[in-house]
């Protein structure tokens, strides 16, 4: 690739990418996400380059093969789709190939038992556009997730890409762009939802003070459930960096850090390839394209800490020491990375940047609520039929989101609660499933949108030992430098544990509420004020269920170990030894063809029995 | 594995680009050695002109540093919540009670390494175990077993 000189010699490139690039040629799209490479995405991938040789489809028909970031929908894995036409196959393996090939790619026929059966009508679904997980969302960010090649900028280009970098340069003063994000209406994604206009300004005023700063993209997404960043920085790396080259040219600044788990292999691998293959074409760096902006942009690699996502604890990472937060103010904007003016935002914030510039502030500022402005991503995930990324304006319902989106909660059992925005957010109960996804609308009801993670709860799911879960991990990701977070999730680590073991006492509940407010009140960063709002939600929903386990040493969901105990139904048991086969606490006794028993003594309950009995002879009370 | 001073040079002075590199540098030699060697942390000291003290605070802040050798074969289980609401604390149970050792151990045969993990990002086929950067989805207890059986079965052939 020879670097590209002049915005001129980017039109010129681009439109040539665009003659090359026919949006209507054919071509096979396999899904490259993470989560579909865990069910052999690559080997379908393969599969599929011998497979059209092989079958000479290569040579007539030039079909391509491409493999793409996440297309979303990671339940229905390894996913292929056909274009132009936009079949979509779901759950495809390696002995689909052939056939696909054969059936579809030159016989054009699609093949009945690899489409998408519609739960609700039981419909076959043919076109990737029509399947409901689909046809509700709004696909902004993860747009091009689904038909690019992310190790290819050419592909980013040609689809539009860096024209908003190209256009900002050309005739945009850095007021303009700042100017136009703040009335797109865009607010911070990683939660905070700050708005991020004025977060820019804030920070180019000072960079305009002391000359120089930093910009930094935040993409250490440790909430566990939550995957939308990395699913990005997969398959769209360029639209990451081409909002930040936007920001910073807004800001003034002339170097920028993304700061990435190390979790994340592939997205890692993918922003720095797209890193290097910017650099070759001139749209970082020095001068780029003869407009006399700077930028350099470098990777740094998170090592497994949660406070990290944290904007101070964060930059003391990247300046190599341990990733303890500090007080603010001083806000990054003024003093941040080595005493410099910083921005940093999350990596949905970034991608949004060209979008805005592209089709116009105003036009963003379309989609949403009042105060909620364009698309949030969730990660739906849980007890949901169609676990996957989704991408919908603000305002939607929880309900549209579960039902509409998510099909559902499987085998038919009943939804009971929606947990949002992690181990920072809180609990929604049915009663609540008419609430609009935007930032005021959750916060009122002691949610937040946070990072976008949403895990569905059934009614097999205790909140007790659920808010018990979020608790043990915000305890162990403290990172000790304040008390009431060090010791306070621990004081409440240790009541919810009494509580689920069937040793909770009557004042717990209310011991959990006050030092709930006081971590909440006192703490140094939000790791530690958000820490206790899973148990507090869960408090005000589902209080009767911490009460079953306090005053009746019950648990409704039969959860909890300690308070929960197995026995085998004689009437249904046929004696067929698997159960006492596989018991790890050898506690099941009996003979062959006669009904067996379980010695609670040596029960573990572990649940092997019950799920491997097919007589629903294993009773759980 | 041996423990070459020259190598911890290279490494460090790779990775020594501009500052505030001395997270990248330890990971790299984490990367090299699956845990943070005492020459290593020594050398670094000197290298980056950092007190031992200050790279012994960061090697054991981050979750991604071992001071101790790792077994031969890494086990993790994945913690995140889908993957806890979907079992994975009866997987954990599981490969626990078989193992003999607990989360952050490794045996004392130094073949298996226990750890977990707060989320891969692979929510939709949790529970999730990662053997050796191999990922398995849909984990369940006899899953597990059979995952462990496998591996057992290859070493004894070795």
Same mark, same amino acid.
């Given at each position: 690739?020879?670097?590209?000189?002049?915005?001129?010699?980017?039109?010129?490139?681009?439109?040539?990418?665009?003659?090359?690039?026919?949006?209507?040629?054919?071509?096979?799209?396999?899904?490259?996400?993470?989560?579909?490479?865990? $069910?052999?995405?690559?080997?379908?991938?393969?599969?599929?380059?011998?497979?059209?040789?092989?079958?000479?489809?290569?040579?007539?028909?030039?079909?391509?093969?491409?493999?793409?970031?996440?297309? &979303?929908?990671?339940?229905?894995?390894? !996913?292929?789709?056909?274009?132009?036409?936009?079949?979509?196959?779901?759950?495809?393996?390696?002995?689909?190939?052939?056939?696909?090939?054969?059936?579809?790619?030159?016989?054009?026929?699609?093949?009945?038992? !690899?489409?998408?059966?519609?739960?609700?009508?039981?419909?076959?679904?043919?076109?990737?556009?029509?399947?409901?997980? =689909?046809?509700?969302?709004?696909?902004?960010?993860?747009?091009?997730?689904?038909?690019?090649?992310?190790?290819?900028?050419?592909?980013?280009i040609a689809g539009g890409g860096y024209s908003a970098l190209a256009a900002v340069l050309r005739s945009w003063t850095p007021e303009q762009v700042i100017s136009a994000v703040k009335s797109s209406?865009?607010?911070?994604?990683?939660?905070?939802?700050?708005?991020?206009?004025?977060? +820019?300004?804030?920070? /180019?005023?000072?960079?305009?003070?002391?000359?120089?700063?930093?910009?930094?993209?935040?993409?250490?997404?440790?909430?566990?459930?939550?995957?939308?960043?990395?699913?990005?920085?997969?398959?769209?790396?360029?639209?990451?960096?081409?909002?930040?080259?936007?920001?910073?040219?807004?800001?003034?600044?002339?170097?920028?850090?993304?700061?990435?788990?190390?979790? $994340?292999?592939?997205?890692?691998?993918? !922003?720095?390839?797209?890193?290097?293959?910017?650099?070759?074409?001139?749209?970082?760096?020095?001068?780029?394209?003869?407009?006399?902006?700077?930028?350099?942009?470098?990777?740094?690699?998170?090592?497994?800490?949660?406070?990290?996502?944290?904007?101070?604890?964060?930059?003391?990472?990247?300046?190599?020491?341990?990733?303890?937060?500090?007080?603010?103010?001083? $806000?990054?904007?003024?003093?941040?990375? +080595?005493?410099?003016?910083?921005?940093?935002?999350?990596?949905?914030? +970034?991608?949004?940047?060209?979008?805005?510039?592209?089709?116009?502030?105003? +036009?963003? /500022?379309?989609?949403?609520?009042?105060?909620?402005?364009?698309?949030?991503?969730?990660?739906?995930?849980?007890?949901?039929?169609?676990?996957?990324?989704?991408?919908?304006?603000?305002?939607?319902t929880l309900r549209e989101l579960i039902f509409d989106i998510g099909g559902g909660i499987p085998r038919g059992k009943a939804f009971k609660a929606a947990q949002i925005g992690g181990p920072s957010?809180?609990?929604?109960?049915?009663?609540?499933?008419?609430?609009?996804?935007?930032?005021?609308?959750?916060?009122?009801?002691?949610?937040?949108?946070?990072?976008?993670?949403?895990?569905?709860?059934?009614?097999?799911?205790?909140?007790?030992?659920?808010?018990?879960?979020?608790?043990?991990?915000?305890?162990?990701?403290?990172? &000790?430098?304040?008390?009431?977070?060090?010791?306070?999730?621990?004081?409440?680590?240790?009541?919810?544990?009494?509580?689920?073991?069937?040793?909770?006492?009557?004042?717990?509940?209310? =011991?959990?509420?006050?030092?709930?407010?006081?971590?909440?009140?006192?703490?140094?960063?939000?790791?530690?004020?958000?820490?206790?709002?899973?148990?507090?939600?869960?408090?005000? $929903?589902?209080?009767?269920?911490?009460?079953?386990?306090?005053?009746?040493?019950?648990?409704?969901?039969?959860?909890?170990?300690?308070?929960?105990?197995?026995?085998?139904?004689?009437?249904?048991?046929?004696?067929?030894?698997?159960?006492?086969?596989?018991?790890?606490?050898?506690?099941?006794?009996?003979?062959?063809?006669?009904?067996?028993?379980?010695?609670?003594?040596?029960?573990?309950?572990?649940?092997?029995?019950?799920? !491997?009995?097919?007589?629903?002879?294993?009773?759980?009370? | 594995?041996?423990?070459?001073?020259?190598?911890?040079?290279?490494?460090? %002075?790779?990775?020594?680009?501009?500052?505030?590199?001395?997270?990248?540098?330890?990971?790299?030699?984490?990367?090299?050695? %699956?845990?943070?060697?005492?020459?290593?942390?020594?050398?670094?000291?000197?290298?980056?002109?950092?007190?031992?003290?200050?790279?012994?605070?960061?090697?054991?802040?981050? %979750?991604?540093?071992?001071?101790?050798?790792?077994?031969?074969?890494?086990?993790?289980?994945?913690?995140?919540?889908?993957?806890?609401?979907?079992?994975?604390?009866?997987?954990?149970?599981?490969?626990?009670?078989?193992?003999?050792?607990?989360?952050?151990?490794?045996?004392?045969?130094?073949?298996?390494?226990?750890?977990?993990? %707060?989320?891969?990002?692979?929510?939709?086929?949790?529970?999730?175990?990662?053997?050796?950067?191999?990922?398995?989805?849909?984990?369940?207890?006899?899953?597990a077993d059979q995952l462990l059986k496998t591996i057992l079965r290859a070493e004894v052939k070795a």
């Amino acid at each position: 690739m020879n670097r590209l000189q002049t915005l001129e010699e980017f039109d010129q490139w681009q439109l040539a990418r665009q003659q090359e690039y026919n949006p209507d040629r054919p071509v096979i799209t396999v899904c490259g996400g993470t989560g579909c490479r865990v $069910y052999g995405s690559e080997k379908v991938w393969e599969a599929f380059r011998s497979e059209l040789t092989r079958q000479g489809a290569d040579g007539d028909l030039y079909y391509d093969v491409k493999v793409t970031g996440c297309h &979303g929908f990671c339940e229905r894995g390894p !996913l292929v789709v056909i274009r132009p036409q936009g079949i979509f196959y779901s759950h495809v393996k390696v002995e689909d190939v052939p056939e696909i090939v054969s059936e579809t790619i030159l016989g054009s026929r699609t093949i009945e038992r !690899l489409l998408y059966v519609d739960p609700v009508s039981g419909e076959k679904i043919i076109h990737e556009h029509d399947v409901p997980f =689909y046809t509700h969302q709004k696909r902004l960010i993860l747009e091009k997730n689904g038909n690019l090649d992310p190790a290819e900028i050419s592909e980013y280009i040609a689809g539009g890409g860096y024209s908003a970098l190209a256009a900002v340069l050309r005739s945009w003063t850095p007021e303009q762009v700042i100017s136009a994000v703040k009335s797109s209406g865009l607010r911070g994604r990683g939660g905070a939802g700050f708005s991020t206009g004025v977060k +820019w300004s804030l920070c /180019a005023a000072n960079v305009l003070k002391t000359g120089d700063g930093y910009i930094v993209c935040n993409a250490d997404e440790g909430d566990p459930g939550a995957y939308m960043d990395r699913s990005v920085m997969e398959g769209n790396p360029h639209s990451v960096i081409e909002g930040m080259l936007i920001g910073a040219y807004a800001m003034g600044v002339h170097q920028g850090f993304v700061y990435i788990r190390a979790e $994340y292999p592939l997205a890692v691998k993918n !922003l720095r390839l797209a890193i290097q293959q910017a650099e070759e074409l001139g749209l970082l760096g020095e001068d780029i394209l003869h407009s006399g902006f700077d930028f350099k942009l470098s990777v740094r690699l998170g090592a497994g800490a949660f406070v990290c996502g944290e904007e101070t604890a964060l930059i003391a990472s990247i300046e190599g020491r341990i990733g303890e937060p500090r007080p603010r103010p001083p $806000y990054p904007a003024e003093s941040g990375l +080595w005493g410099k003016p910083t921005n940093i935002n999350n990596v949905k914030t +970034w991608a949004a940047v060209p979008i805005i510039i592209r089709h116009g502030a105003e +036009w963003y /500022a379309r989609i949403g609520t009042e105060k909620s402005k364009g698309t949030l991503i969730f990660s739906v995930v849980g007890k949901i039929n169609n676990t996957g990324l989704v991408e919908v304006p603000m305002g939607i319902t929880l309900r549209e989101l579960i039902f509409d989106i998510g099909g559902g909660i499987p085998r038919g059992k009943a939804f009971k609660a929606a947990q949002i925005g992690g181990p920072s957010g809180g609990c929604l109960p049915a009663e609540h499933l008419n609430v609009k996804m935007d930032y005021e609308s959750l916060t009122s009801l002691g949610a937040i949108v946070g990072s976008g993670g949403l895990v569905v709860a059934d009614e097999d799911t205790c909140m007790v030992d659920f808010a018990r879960y979020f608790m043990t991990f915000t305890q162990q990701e403290s990172c &000790g430098k304040c008390v009431p977070c060090r010791i306070g999730t621990k004081a409440m680590l240790e009541t919810l544990t009494r509580i689920c073991n069937g040793e909770g006492q009557p004042d717990d509940l209310e =011991y959990l509420e006050e030092l709930g407010s006081h971590i909440r009140a006192s703490s140094l960063c939000a790791l530690g004020q958000t820490s206790p709002n899973p148990v507090l939600s869960t408090l005000r $929903y589902f209080r009767e269920e911490y009460e079953a386990h306090i005053y009746e040493k019950r648990c409704p969901a039969r959860v909890c170990k300690p308070l929960i105990t197995y026995r085998i139904d004689v009437e249904r048991c046929t004696g067929c030894m698997v159960c006492l086969r596989n018991c790890s606490g050898g506690a099941i006794q009996g003979e062959k063809g006669q009904p067996h028993s379980i010695d609670p003594e040596h029960c573990t309950r572990c649940g092997v029995c019950r799920n !491997l009995c097919k007589f629903d002879a294993v009773l759980v009370a | 594995m041996d423990i070459s001073i020259d190598d911890i040079d290279r490494i460090i %002075n790779q990775e020594a680009f501009g500052e505030g590199s001395l997270i990248a540098a330890l990971e790299a030699i984490q990367m090299r050695y %699956n845990y943070l060697p005492s020459e290593a942390i020594i050398l670094a000291s000197d290298r980056f002109g950092v007190p031992l003290s200050q790279i012994y605070s960061v090697a054991t802040f981050y %979750n991604a540093f071992s001071l101790k050798p790792k077994g031969k074969h890494c086990l993790q289980v994945c913690m995140g919540t889908a993957c806890h609401v979907r079992g994975s604390p009866q997987v954990l149970d599981r490969i626990e009670s078989k193992l003999g050792i607990q989360p952050g151990d490794t045996s004392s045969d130094h073949l298996f390494t226990l750890e977990t993990v %707060n989320c891969l990002g692979a929510c939709a086929l949790g529970p999730i175990v990662v053997t050796d950067g191999e990922y398995s989805g849909q984990m369940s207890i006899q899953k597990a077993d059979q995952l462990l059986k496998t591996i057992l079965r290859a070493e004894v052939k070795a």
